[in-house]
């Protein structure tokens, strides 16, 4: 099960919900925008921006993305320990992965997508990288070119397949 809302907004305004899950209450002026029932592949409830474009999503297990929306700029917050599958990569791609608690937290490229770990690593195809289990750890990914991805992060490592 998963749950969604929006990040908060250099543009909008924002609260906490039970401390950790950012909820955009205005959008550059106007009432945020109400629930709806998809969130991408992977059901649950999501807000989305004015333009319809999946902001955040939280993931409570393991997950995987086959929603291309979700690889559009979504941040996905982590409070539990998961393996999150990234679908094949493609241009124009990106999202960052935030955990919420100390859990241990996997990102899986595709099979034949390798990921440049922190500009100065590149894994071979297939190979996760993993967070340190610490609250906070992070990781943004970004199409790096037709053979993988850019992982900048806080200090993940490579885990392997």
């Given at each position: 099960?998963?749950?969604?809302?929006?990040?908060?907004?250099?543009?909008?305004t924002?609260?906490?919900?039970?401390?950790?899950?950012?909820?955009?209450?205005?959008?550059?002026?106007?009432?945020?925008?109400?629930?709806?029932?998809?969130?991408?592949?992977?059901?649950?409830?999501?807000?989305?921006?004015?333009?319809?474009?999946?902001?955040?999503?939280?993931?409570?297990?393991?997950?995987?993305?086959n929603?291309?929306?979700?690889?559009?700029?979504?941040?996905?917050?982590?409070?539990?320990p998961?393996v999150l599958?990234?679908?094949?990569?493609?241009?124009?791609?990106?999202?960052?992965?935030?955990?919420?608690?100390?859990?241990?937290?996997?990102?899986?490229?595709?099979?034949a997508?390798?990921?440049?770990?922190?500009?100065?690593?590149?894994?071979?195809?297939?190979?996760?990288?993993?967070?340190?289990?610490?609250?906070?750890?992070?990781?943004?990914?970004?199409?790096?070119?037709?053979?993988?991805?850019?992982?900048?992060?806080?200090?993940?490592?490579?885990?392997?397949?």
């Amino acid at each position: 099960m998963s749950t969604c809302c929006c990040r908060p907004s250099p543009c909008g305004t924002s609260r906490l919900v039970s401390g950790i899950v950012p909820v955009v209450t205005m959008f550059m002026g106007y009432p945020a925008p109400p629930l709806n029932a998809s969130c991408g592949g992977g059901g649950g409830q999501v807000i989305v921006d004015p333009g319809g474009t999946l902001v955040t999503k939280i993931i409570d297990g393991d997950y995987l993305i086959n929603d291309f929306n979700e690889m559009r700029g979504c941040v996905f917050y982590v409070t539990a320990p998961a393996v999150l599958t990234l679908p094949p990569v493609a241009e124009g791609m990106y999202c960052r992965i935030i955990t919420i608690g100390n859990n241990k937290v996997f990102i899986a490229p595709d099979p034949a997508d390798k990921i440049i770990l922190d500009g100065k690593t590149s894994l071979v195809d297939g190979d996760r990288i993993m967070n340190v289990s610490w609250p906070g750890d992070w990781a943004n990914l970004t199409f790096f070119n037709a053979d993988g991805w850019s992982a900048i992060t806080n200090g993940w490592s490579n885990a392997g397949q």
